[in-house]
């Protein structure tokens, strides 16, 4: 697999996606999803111009984060749930948090974090069971509430799309999602900003690009799946 023709094929249908929508390619930033990868294919993608990379389990972030990848410049994200048993071992090892969608989880970030953690709040648009995020019902009483922890900086919204071959579908959950963070956005809450949107992955990212996403998560397109 060659990780720098994947990358440059990926900026490539990303600049296409943005045109057909009249945005900035420099907008959207790639997030390389590495848990299913080894540290050299991690490493690859660095070496390619990637800066962001993704990671859902903690072991996998601090094994990375211990491996030759220490010496490089990257932006680490935590796109997996969070068990809030498990905020101490990640909170001061990552720059984005892509996946709060419980008080209990922001209790333990107050706690546990040496400084104002970066956050995407996770949605549940498609309502599927198998997915995790709060309802858009719940969304502003949750961000609202949100405000009595000063660790936590609401950046964005994050959601994940049904896996399916619809993809009216996959765009009506992007524009939802994008609503959504508008909504918030006027709101103009100081501890929540919410001027991003991570959605989009392998799959469907250049829908999600030409709905608003400022973040995709790419792994299989990118660095493939070795485990």
């Known amino acids: 697999m060659n990780v720098s023709e994947n990358f440059k094929k990926i900026r490539t249908n990303i600049t296409l996606a943005c045109e057909k929508v009249g945005r900035d390619p420099s907008e959207v930033t790639v997030i390389a999803v ?3 990868v080894s540290v050299e294919r991690a ?3 660095v070496e390619s111009g990637v800066k962001h990379l993704g990671e859902n ?3 996998g972030l601090l094994a990375k984060q211990k491996s030759k990848l220490s010496s490089q410049d990257i932006c680490w994200h935590f796109i ?3 068990q809030s048993r498990k905020v101490k071992d990640v909170v001061n090892h990552i720059d984005m948090l892509h996946s709060l969608d419980r008080l209990s989880v922001a209790k333990e970030i107050e706690k546990r974090s040496e400084s104002v953690i970066n ?3 996770q949605v549940n648009v498609s309502g599927e069971e198998s997915k995790h995020g709060i309802t858009e019902a719940d969304l ?3 961000i609202e509430q949100l405000s009595q922890y000063k660790k936590i900086r609401v950046i964005g919204l994050m959601t994940m799309a049904p896996h399916t071959e619809n993809k009216t579908l996959i765009r ?3 524009k939802r999602l994008k609503n959504c963070q508008l909504r918030i956005q006027e709101k ?3 501890h929540a900003p919410c001027n991003e949107l991570s959605m989009g992955m392998s799959n469907d990212y250049e829908i999600a690009i030409e709905e608003g996403a400022t973040f995709v998560r790419i792994g299989t397109a990118l660095v493939g799946h070795e485990e």
């Open 34 to 36: 590495t848990k299913y």
């Open 43 to 45: 490493f690859a993608a």
């Open 57 to 59: 389990r903690p072991e």
């Open 80 to 82: 997996g749930t969070l």
């Open 119 to 121: 956050c995407f709040v």
């Open 140 to 142: 502003d009483s949750f």
């Open 172 to 174: 009506t959950v992007f």
């Open 188 to 190: 103009a809450y100081p």
